[in-house]
């Protein structure tokens, strides 16, 4: 394919040419396609070794993250909130901004407070450090991020709120420590690269399959370093089954509390919110 492309170009190029050069030159144009061939054929023996990468797993599916009608939550958004919105500013929203702001902070402080992080320390062999912290509170980050995006532009409202109380709380966290300016700034952009990097991958890996999945978490939360499979199998296992507890709640009720309660870490049936409940009849059959 790419041979024939190429040839195409090449030809094109002297037919077009041909009017504007005399013909002692045509010596200089059958070199030039002489060097054309030769760069067809280096790029033909070349491309299979380039194109080996890693196949995604590709279904219809990917793009239906949940399974409920979205057209009761689209709004009809006038010109002067779009131009309002496109200079930087917030239109009009269907609640009222400082509860979302409040609701924000109240879920930001769920994925801080409501996890336990000596568990997750433990289980994933990761050292009790800020760094490990950080890690484990932007994975559950993202995972109301996921949710809350779903409540249009009420929703894309709280999560910017989310992200600034982390930042807020991760700052200081670390003057409580006694980092230094320098290093704290460092570090924050440090984060923060991780930050919005983890983000990508882990949005990746949750519309993909577990093995992606899996190795976003390998990249992102155990940096690279884990060598028990097992323990990326029970942060796969987690993920998943949290993604299915947040994704149940409703929409209105997180951006006016922000209220999440997390499922724990171990259990004994990690799937039984994936199973459908059987229906329950009386002595009548109803």
């Known amino acids: ?32 396609l002489g060097r054309a061939l030769i760069a067809c054929r280096l790029l033909a023996s070349t491309s299979p ?38 200079m930087g500013f917030t239109g009009p929203l269907k609640y009222n901004k400082w509860k979302i702001k409040i609701a924000a ?35 559950h980050v993202w995972i109301c991020l996921v949710r809350i995006r779903q409540e249009g532009r009420e929703g894309k409202y709280m999560c910017r709120y989310i992200v600034h109380s982390m930042w807020e709380d991760v700052e200081q966290r670390s003057k409580i420590m006694g980092i230094d300016a320098i290093h704290r700034k460092e570090s924050m952009r440090a984060m923060t690269e991780t930050f919005y990097a983890a983000i990508f991958g882990y949005d990746e890996g949750i519309l993909s399959d577990d093995g992606v ?33 947040i994704d149940a709640l409703d929409g209105e009720d997180l951006l006016l509390t922000g209220e999440v309660n997390w499922r724990p870490l171990l259990e004994d049936n990690a799937q039984s919110i994936l199973k459908v409940p059987t229906p329950t009849y009386n002595d009548a059959g109803l």
């Open 49 to 86: 070794s380039q194109t080996q990468c890693r196949t995604l797993h590709s279904t219809s599916q990917l793009f239906n993250v949940k399974e409920t009608p979205q057209t009761a939550m689209e709004e009809e958004v006038g010109a002067f909130t779009k131009l309002i919105e496109a």
């Open 1 to 32: 394919m790419y041979r024939r492309l190429l040839q195409s170009a090449v030809r094109n190029i002297i037919n077009t040419s041909a009017s504007r050069v005399t013909f002692g030159k045509a010596f200089e144009q059958e070199a030039c």
């Open 213 to 245: 999945l899996a190795a976003a978490l390998w990249r992102n939360m155990f940096n690279r370093q884990c060598e028990d499979p097992r323990q990326l199998e029970l942060m796969v296992e987690y993920v998943r089954k949290q993604m299915q507890f």
């Open 105 to 139: 902070l109240r879920m930001y402080t769920c994925c801080v407070e409501r996890i336990n992080y000596d568990e997750f320390f433990e289980k994933c062999s990761l050292p009790d450090t800020l760094n490990s912290w950080f890690l484990v509170a932007q994975l």
